[in-house]
């Protein structure tokens, strides 16, 4: 079986930013019976905590960004402090440049997109990684 260089620079790719990745960007949504038409979440998730539903619920909420949509999100800025930074995040395209402190310290690109459904008791949603975000901060 041949595997084309593409498939080989794709694979590559992806491996890439699993393991240089700080952390995650998810969009999620909850509701409630006394509450249907519930709300929405951004958060930043660490690595350890991916596709957690209490880790990602205890993770730092994402000033400016309202977590009601998935990748592209729509927000042309917003902050997080997570890693013990706070950190920047500017629209380029599609994805985010990161700043902290005046200065570009890295990246978010698209993340895998795997809804992780999450229930609480009476409390039911889920949440997308939408990016995966590489920084050198939390390291």
């Not at 929405?40 to 960004?65: F, M, Q």
């Not at 999100?73 to 395209?93: K, L, Q």
Request: charged share 20%; with cysteine.
């Amino acid at each position: 079986m041949k595997i084309s260089f593409a498939t080989t620079a794709a694979f590559a790719m992806t491996m890439a930013q699993l393991v240089a990745a700080d952390f995650y960007l998810y969009s999620g949504a909850m509701s409630t019976p006394d509450d249907p038409e519930g709300w929405s979440e951004a958060k930043a998730v660490g690595i350890a905590s991916r596709h957690n539903c209490d880790e990602i619920d205890h993770a730092p909420d994402i000033d400016g960004a309202s977590g009601d949509r998935s990748y592209p999100w729509t927000d042309n800025e917003f902050s997080v402090e997570t890693c013990g930074a706070y950190m920047t995040f500017i629209r380029n395209g599609n994805d985010y440049n990161i700043y902290r402190d005046g200065g570009e310290i890295g990246h978010c690109v698209r993340g895998d997109s795997v809804y992780t459904p999450c229930f609480w008791g009476f409390i039911a949603g889920g949440y997308v990684e939408d990016y995966v975000c590489h920084t050198g901060v939390c390291a």
